[in-house]
C-alpha cells in the first residue's frame, strides 16, 4: 500500500518511513525542507538500503498533491507537514495558518476528489491545554490554544472531524503526539533543529556536546514534586510505530470514520528527572541552572493510553533511558561531522 508521507524528511516523519517500511508499507516522501535536510534521505537509505522517493515541494498546493496522489497511486496519506515553532507562530501567525491549516484543506478536498480514504494527522498534546485532572484521555475537554501553533493543531482536529460529519468517505484518524524524544537506534536519522533549540532534549544533548554553555530549567517552583514541569516523553520510534498501527486500523474501518487517541507513555516524568536520567545512563555531567518560568508553558500533562493500546493495539516500548541513550548517540555523531 503506497502511502504518502507529508513532511516525511522532518524528525517524526522520517522515523515513520522507517517503520512504514518494516511493516511492509510503501512510503512517498512529500518535504519542502524548510525545517529539514536532504541528509535525512542518505539516513535513511542506510537504514532501509533502499531509495525513499521523495518530492522536494510544498504540500500546501492543489497541483502538486493532485498530481502525485495520481502518478504515485497513493492509497493513503500520513500528513506531518506543519511549522511547529511556538514562539514563531505568535510573531506570525498568518504563516502559521496558512501552511498547516491550508495544507490539510487542500489534503481533503484531493482526497475526496480522488477517493482516497485513508488519513493518519498530526496533532498534539497541545489540545489539552492545562487540564484540570491528569493523567488524560482523549475525553478531556479540549481548551483554548495559548498559541497560534496549537490553534492549528485544534483547528485542523475540528476540520476532519466537520469532513467526516458532513458525510465523507475518508477514514482519518488524529494523533496526539505528546513529548516526542530520542532518535533511531543506528543513529542514521534524528532531530536536526533548526538554530538554537527550543526544545528540553536537544538542548540538553547541544550543551552536553559544548554547543551551548548551559542548560536553563524553566522553572522550579511549580507545584509538582520537585518544582519542575511534568511531561510524557516518548521514544520517536515508538511513536513512529502508532502511525503503523493507525494505518492498520484505518484499513479495517468502514467508510466515514474519525477519531482521535493519545500517544504518550503514560509515565509522567518531570524535567530535573529527565536532567538526571540523561546525566546517569550517558555518564556525563550536565551544565545546568535554574531559571525563571517560560511563559505559556503547561504545568504538567502525561497521556493515558489505553484506548490506543485496546482498539490499535498499540503501546510505547522503550524506556526514558533508551531514548536519551539514543539523543545522545546521535547528537555525538552529528557534532562529529
Ligand atoms: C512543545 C509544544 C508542543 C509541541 C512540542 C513539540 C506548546 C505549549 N508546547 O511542548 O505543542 O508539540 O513542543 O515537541 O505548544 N524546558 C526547559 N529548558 C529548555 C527547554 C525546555 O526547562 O531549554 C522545559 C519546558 O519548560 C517544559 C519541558 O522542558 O517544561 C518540555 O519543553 P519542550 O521540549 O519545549 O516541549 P513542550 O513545551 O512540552
Avoid at 81 to 105: C, D, F, H, R, W
Avoid at 121 to 145: K, L, M
Amino acid at each position: 500500500m503506497k502511502i504518502l508521507v507529508t513532511g516525511g524528511a522532518g524528525f517524526i516523519g522520517s522515523h515513520t518511513v522507517v517503520e512504514l517500511v518494516n511493516a511492509g508499507y510503501d512510503p512517498v516522501i512529500i518535504d519542502d525542507f524548510s525545517n529539514s535536510e536532504k541528509s535525512v534521505l542518505k539516513g535513511l537509505k542506510k537504514i532501509l538500503k533502499k531509495n525513499i522517493k521523495c518530492y522536494s515541494k510544498n504540500c500546501n498546493d492543489l497541483k502538486t498533491l493532485e498530481k502525485i496522489f495520481i502518478d504515485e497511486n497513493i492509497e493513503g496519506v500520513i500528513h506531518f507537514a506543519a511549522y511547529k515553532a511556538v514562539g514563531e507562530s505568535v510573531q506570525n501567525p498568518l504563516k502559521y495558518y496558512e501552511n498547516n491549516i491550508g495544507s490539510t484543506v487542500k489534503l481533503l478536498h484531493v482526497m475526496n476528489k480522488l477517493g482516497i480514504k485513508n488519513l493518519v494527522f498530526s496533532s498534539s498534546c497541545t489540545v489539552y491545554g492545562q487540564p484540570e485532572i491528569i493523567p488524560v484521555d482523549e475525553n478531556t475537554p479540549r481548551q483554548p490554544a495559548t498559541s497560534p501553533y496549537g490553534s492549528t493543531k485544534a483547528m485542523c482536529e475540528d476540520i476532519l472531524r466537520d469532513t467526516i460529519v458532513s458525510g465523507s468517505p475518508l477514514k482519518i484518524i488524529s494523533l496526539r503526539y505528546f513529548n516526542p524524544i530520542g532518535a533511531h537506534p543506528t543513529a542514521h536519522i534524528g532531530e536536526l533543529p533548526n538554530g538554537v533549540p527550543s526544545n528540553l532534549v536537544p538542548y540538553i544533548t547541544q550543551t552536553a556536546a559544548g554547543l551551548r554553555e548551559k542548560l536553563t530549567v524553566f522553572g522550579n517552583d511549580y507545584n509538582t514534586p520537585d518544582g519542575t514541569n511534568i511531561r510524557d516523553f516518548i521514544h520517536v520510534v515508538d511513536l513512529a510505530k502508532a502511525h503503523v498501527a493507525a494505518l492498520n486500523l484505518l484499513k479495517k474501518q468502514a467508510d466515514n470514520y474519525y477519531d482521535t487517541f493519545n500517544i504518550g507513555t503514560g509515565d509522567g516524568v518531570s524535567v530535573m528527572q529527565l536532567v538526571k536520567t540523561f546525566e546517569k545512563v550517558n555518564k556525563i555531567k550536565l551544565n545546568y541552572e535554574i531559571g525563571p518560568r517560560r511563559p505559556g508553558d503547561t504545568e504538567k500533562i502525561y497521556a493515558i493510553t489505553t484506548k490506543a493500546q485496546e482498539v490499535m493495539g498499540w503501546k510505547a516500548e522503550k524506556t526514558l533511558s533508551e531514548s536519551l541513550k539514543d539523543a545522545w548517540r546521535w547528537q555525538k555523531k552529528i557534532t562529529k561531522k
